[in-house]
């Protein structure tokens, strides 16, 4: 399984951009990359996810370097409402049944 | 469309008691999940099912239970419970493998074991 390393907190500023990076040092060739988002006494929430290169939605954009050692979230002009936490997970694409929530980054907008 | 559904949302147990959790989607997923979160920790995978009538073990099933008797539920036993149990409880529901990695996550229940 390939491990994860994020930072454990950031702090932001309404209507900046922030990015969260994760490290996947061991990531597998049938790796994909999924980032989720948790609120307080809710579920988490799928936000995006990627293989290679850059991913973009509606609310987040993923970049991943050629060597997909690393990862990185990138949350556009955020609001007090982004506060949350938001994991990074690593997972086989054709297993999807073992993945590991490490214990994500808890991310603070502050007006 | 109600997603991913939990009973019961708070739930207070003595030690040794038993209870079981519900677990149900309406999306005709085939793979469910069962997680555990402690405090400033993330989730931790339990049990998981890829299908009716199977079910597998995850990172932490050591005093739990679980049955899939049905495509659309889910459903956590504790047998015995301990307070080392005290967690929040969160189901997920996602299509098989290979399909992306989009779990849907119910709202969790709260267990709390004294």
């Known amino acids: 399984l390939a491990k994860t390393t994020q930072p454990i907190s950031m702090d932001s500023y309404e209507g900046q951009e922030v990015n969260i990076t994760c490290s996947h040092n061991?990531?597998?060739?049938?790796?994909?990359i999924t980032w989720y988002q948790q609120f307080p006494s809710q579920g988490p929430r799928f936000i995006i996810q990627?293989?290679?290169t850059k991913v973009t939605n509606e609310v987040a954009s993923l970049f991943i370097p050629a060597d997909r050692k690393s990862s990185t979230l990138s949350l556009p002009r955020v609001s007090l409402s982004d506060t949350a936490v938001y994991y990074c997970l690593v997972g086989d694409m054709y297993n999807n049944n073992d993945m590991r929530f490490g214990a994500g980054t808890r991310l603070t907008v502050k007006p | 469309n109600a997603g991913v559904t939990q009973t019961p949302k708070f739930r207070v147990l003595k030690t040794g008691q038993s209870m079981t959790l519900l677990c149900a989607q309406d999306?005709?997923?085939?793979?469910m999940y069962w997680y555990r979160q402690d405090p400033g920790m993330g989730l931790r995978l339990i049990h998981y099912?890829?299908?009716?009538?199977?079910?597998a073990k995850g990172e932490v099933p050591d005093g739990y239970n679980v049955s899939r008797l049905k495509k659309q539920n889910f459903l956590l036993g504790l047998e015995s419970a301990a307070p080392s149990q005290t967690s929040v409880y969160f189901c997920a529901s996602s299509y098989p493998a290979g399909s992306g990695y989009e779990q849907y996550f119910g709202p969790g229940t709260r267990l709390t074991v004294t």
């Open positions: 099912s890829v299908g009716e009538g199977t079910t």
């Open positions: 061991n990531i597998a060739t049938n790796d994909y």
């Open positions: 990627g293989y290679k």
């Open positions: 999306m005709n997923h085939e793979y």
